[in-house]
Structures are given as structure tokens and as C-alpha cells.
């Protein structure tokens, strides 16, 4: 099966990724500080907008920029881009092929702006678009659902990050990492757990905050293309304001809850969800946030900015195993192509 | 029932905005243009967060600014807020009372940025907080599901769009757009028609683009707080990315399609969900597309960069018309309160 195969080969694509991309990054980097951008502006679809989605995060925590995922219809079909002259584009596409982020790219770069392509194809439009390309490197990724892409994409942002701060430590952080990664695949079981209580379920929650806010934007996605499961991403302030009502007894959430920063928000969140009996899926490293939970995967500890590219592993996992369990074919999701050329 | 009586008060409330808030809005898009923004951040939560995603694409078209949606947790459990001295940074809120909404606009303020509140009470930490305030002037909103302040506040976006490009026809069709929304009330009895289909399903899909993007998460809000349906907003371009494999025999839909910019796009997604059969309810002024939805609710016609304030009424009718054939009470959702202060 492509996708299993395509989860197991993460250690190795971000391993390669991390040593072969780190000078170009870094080069990356000097030529986007140069431009002193006032702000960065990321433009992506599907998967890849999820690995923005964490870039935007990245890139306000480490770089202090303000960060935007685009609105490409503004560009597309009203035909009223805004002034980004002063902006730092980040065009994120596996093919490269999608036209409406090369068109957010060109457009960028008609005015002004400073544009990178992160992209797994070299040759593609995107990449042609682009001042500057940062290569994946991943491989020919033959799944449909995207897996190792997304990760490759999350290590990218990370090693711009990095790049960014010069701080070495970081640089030290991102070269542990596979490792950990490794690690994390051993979380099929757990997940398979997981999957098992959820087989029955036509919908459900995947909530995460921060830094992995992208989780579980990336987790619900996989869920939706493998398992046609309607399961939509929160994070867990705005789960609080309104979707909270959902909650009935046996409600299935998955949450991804990595890290210390929302430790003690995401302990009265799993006090809550059990007092309304929801079924609660919990991704954490903190063995008390895990025996909270009808089923704990524990995830192996790595720095907290970091998190989401190991917390997304058990994702991949339970969207595969829950396919499997309900007789689907993981690398045929119903009326799905590889490339979904959108304006 | 107060939600219906807010409901109904939206044309009232909206031409009191338009009349009483124009000259304010026009003294606050001066100092906002002699601030000289290289971008906005909009800053919300709940039904507001969707006023800002409005914003986010009015900004765009008719000020030029790239727009971001603001990432309140690098504030305030990060503590790594971005650089926001040449931002202009906009803070929604119908209590003015979320805290962690408050901060960002304190953080921006106090890095130079230049801050506005769009806030229904002049008292609140928000107002305090920013350098100018907005008011939404609706009255006490005693229903916790937001309609006339979620549409007060995308009346309150839309003047300053009006505002900043000086343009008076666009003055023209605001000034006209109460007796619009007037109109649109009078949907309630297709939306009632709709629901009637919806009333056995625990999911669907709302789907909305470009300015109607903001609408979709708003009816999608709607049905969750007051039906507890777990119904996903997209844009249609991210709903072929991946989510189109949910879509089964019987699958419901909410398409909301005013104006002409997506009308092709309409045609081939509506299409699309003929041939696998989901059912479609289509918001729409065109009767063609109508012609093409198993439930069409026409909408009166008005200036497409306007119409997510009238698309939205049917989908407030839509989620009361659901919440009273299920038996539940819409001004007594499940576990909400009014105001939800989340860090």
C-alpha cells in the first residue's frame, strides 16, 4: 500500500531534507531579510495550506513577521489583489501545479514582493514562478493523500525558522528530529485502538492549538479523504465558542495536545468533554494529560515548536487504520485525483 | 423567541448603522490611511472571527491591503506576538470582553501599531483598548447565536471599505441595502422547505467563495449552536481538494452562490453533486442556478461585495426553521453562554 509506505519513509525524507536543504535555507533566508518584508503572505491549497497554516505560526513566533494565508480568489477571479510590495509570498504546492498559488506567486512578484516556492517539483510552474525554490526532496509521493509531502513541507517552514533566528539550538532541535519521527511511527498500534472506537462514527472533532492548530487541520483532512468521516478541525478556543454545543454522550474528539504551553487548557477541556461523555482520542507526551483519556497515544517528546510534524504521524496512522477497518482502499479515495487543478 | 425577533430586526439595525456610523467610519479610515498600514490583522472569535474573514477579503479588494487573520495564541500563551508597528490591526467583538482578543489590540498598540474596535459596547476592555471604536449601535443581543450583531459587523466592514475608496455608488449601496435585507426575511419559508430535507442528517457541508467564504463559516456556526449538526464551511476550491470524497447518495449540501464572479464555477460544482447525487439546497439571485438545487432559496439581487449580508439571512432561517423541527429551543443551545472568554 503506497500511503504506509509513504508514512514509513518519513524519517528518511525529513532526515534528508533537514542536511541537503539546511544552505540553501539559510540563504533563503538572507535574501528574504534583505527585501525586509513588513509582512509574509503564504498561498496554498489542501494539504500544503495546512503546512501554511503551521508556517504562519513559525513565522510569527521566530521571525516576528505577521503572516497571512492567502485569499486567491482575490487575485483569480475578482481580479483585486491587494499591495504586496512589501510582502514576503510563500507559494506551497507538492506539484507545483496549482494555478491559482502561481498565479498569487506571478502576481507578487509583478508588484514587488519577495516570492519563494516550496514544492517537491523542481520543473514546475510554481518553482519557474519563485525568486528563490526550497525543493522537498521527498520522492514521487503516489498516495493521493499527501503524507511525507506534508511533512517534508512543515520541515521546510521549520528550517526557514531556524534559519531565521541563527539560534543553533534550533538547528540542533531539527537534526534530532527524524529520529523522533522514527519513534512515532511506532504509535500504528495505539492509533489502531483509536480507530477501533470510531469505526461506527459518521463525524467527529480533531482539535489542536498554536502550533498545532495545522494538526488538526491536516488530521480531520486525511480522515475526510480516507474515511469519509466528517470530522472538522478546531482550535480549542473556538471549539468553546459555539461547536462545544455538538457535545452529546459518545461524541468522538480527537485531540492532539502536545507540548507544554497548553497543558492546563487542555486538562478542563478533557474534564469537560468527559463530564458530556464525549469519546476522547488524546496525542499527548504528558502521561496525566493521557490517562484522561479513553484512549492515550503517547507520543515521543520533542521541543514544542517541532511537535506537529511528529504529533501528525498517529493522525496518518488512525485515518489509515479507520479506511482499513471500514473496508476502504486507502490509495483509492473515492473521486480524488493527485493534482486538483483549482483556480 | 429572541433569536427570531433579532433576526427580523436586521434591516432596522443595519440602516441605523449605515446612517449614524458613517461619518465616524469616514474619520477612522483617514487616520487609518494617515497610519499608512502595509496590512490589516482582524482579531475574533465565534461569529465574529467570520465578520472578519468578510473583512479579510474587503481589505483586500477595495483598500489594498493584505488582510491576516490574527493568531491570538502567539500573544497570549506564546508570548511571541509578531511585529505589528505598521499594521493596522482591528479587533471584533460583540461583548468586547474575550480577553485574548483585547490583547492582541493592547500588544498591537503598544508596538505603534494603529488599533480599531468594532464592538456593540462602548464600555467594554476593547473600546478601552484601541485607538478608535466602531460601534455596531444593535441593541442588546438576548439570543446567544449572533444574527444582528454578526450582520452589524459586516454592515460596520463594509463602511469602511465605502470609506476608504471614497467611492459613492459604493455609499449608494449600502445606503439601499436595508430594504434588501428587508427582502431576504422573507426567505424564511424556502429555508423552512430546506430544512424540512435536513432534518434527519447529523452532518453536511456549507460552501461559499470569495466574499460568501465568510458566509459559509457563518451558516455553518448557525447550524452547529443551534442544531448541533456537524455541518463544515469551504470554499469550493478547498472542498475539491480532498473533502469532495465525503460526498455519498443523499449528502447534504448548502451552497450559497449570489453574484456573478463564481456563476460558471456554481454551475460545474452544482453539477458535480447532481452527478453523486447529494442533495442540494442553492442560495442564489440567478434563476438558472436555482433551477439546478433540489431546494432553491432565491435571494433579492444586490451589489456582489454586499451580498454576504443578505445571503446570510436564509441561513439564519435555515438553522432556526432545523432547530424547531428537531424539538430543540434556538435561544437555549446546548452548553453555550453568551459570552465565552477564552485566552
Known sequence: MWVEQEIRQQPKVTARLIHEEWEEARRIVEAARRFQPALAVLAARGSSDNAARYGQYLLGAFAGLPAAL??????????????????????????????????????ARRQGGWTLAITNEPASPLASAAHAVLLLRAGEERAVAATKTYTAQLIALALLAAAWTGDAAMREDLVQLPEAIARALSTEEAAREAAAFWWRAVHGVVIGRGFNYATAFEVALKLKELTYIVAEPYSSADFLHGPIALVEPGFPVFLIAPGPTFRSETESLAGLLREREAHLTLCSEDRTLLALADVGIPLPPVPEWLSPVVAVIPGQWFAVSLARLKGLDPDQPRGLRKITETR
Open 70 to 107: 492567502a485569499t486567491p480568489s482575490l487575485f483569480t477571479f475578482y481580479q483585486r489583489p491587494p499591495r504586496l510590495d512589501r510582502a514576503w509570498v510563500i507559494g506551497i504546492s507538492q506539484s507545483g501545479r496549482s494555478p491559482d498559488i502561481v498565479e498569487v506567486v506571478q502576481e
